[in-house]
């Protein structure tokens, strides 16, 4: 069964470094998403992307976010300056309908 | 603002016994609703979809939906100790998930 893949699992960084999360959605899916869960919260919508450009995104997603498709396969989440509240896990997910299949999840701890 | 909330505590419930798990959503004109289950950890796993208002049976697990009262909820017959984990309520809106608190699921052998 397709499944969502993102890399790496676990993120380690300086507080002001740059990150970039890495995510290959379900092959045949056009919309993708990503997600925010700071430990102990529920799960936050950031950004919707779709034909290659942003289609929605929270308040949560300011200047310092930004996403790519940058090939046929991966969609990236970039975080330009990392704070210390940008510690969470981070859900890529996709879709084709109304279903969206999530990702494992990348572990970001900004220290 | 679109709110999801999920107000239970830990719901404890003996192996063979059923969970009850209710959820309200603020936004009358959503549409689509999700029940996932997340154990800790781990992502969301996709459990149940509904679209219309009665109730959408899938194995063990039953979804009911009333729209006019914004209700959605979800029951686990015959729980299994794998069944502990965190249910999220999650309804979509304008191609965004919201997801609710979650309530956490503690089967006990």
């Known amino acids: 069964e397709p499944e969502v893949t993102q890399t790496p699992s676990h993120q380690v960084t300086q507080m002001g470094q740059e990150v970039i999360l890495r995510c290959v959605p379900i092959?045949?899916?056009?919309?993708f998403y990503w997600y925010r869960q700071i430990l102990g919260q529920k799960v936050e919508f950031l950004v919707s992307?779709?034909?290659?450009?942003?289609?929605?995104k929270s308040e949560i997603f300011d200047d310092q976010f930004s996403v790519e498709r940058p090939d046929g396969s991966n969609f990236t989440l970039k975080i330009r300056s990392t704070k210390l509240e940008d510690s969470a896990m981070y859900f890529c997910?996709?879709?084709?309908?109304?279903?969206?299949?999530f990702g494992p999840g990348t572990r970001l701890l900004v220290l | 603002q679109k709110e999801v909330e999920q107000n239970s505590g830990p719901l404890s419930v003996p192996e063979g016994a059923i969970a009850s798990l209710n959820c309200t959503y603020s936004d009358r004109g959503s549409q689509s609703f999700f029940w996932y289950r997340q154990y800790s950890g781990k992502s969301p796993e996709l459990i149940m979809s509904?679209?219309?208002?009665g109730d959408k049976e899938d194995g063990r697990f039953t979804a009911q939906l009333n729209k006019a009262s914004q209700y959605v909820s979800l029951l686990i017959r015959d729980s299994q100790p794998s069944d502990s984990a965190t249910y999220l309520c999650a309804v979509k809106g304008n191609n965004r998930l919201a997801f609710g608190k979650g309530n956490q699921v503690v089967v006990i052998p």
């Open positions: 092959s045949n899916h056009l919309y």
């Open positions: 997910a996709s879709t084709s309908g109304e279903t969206q299949y």
């Open positions: 992307f779709y034909n290659n450009e942003i289609s929605e």
């Open positions: 509904i679209y219309s208002n």
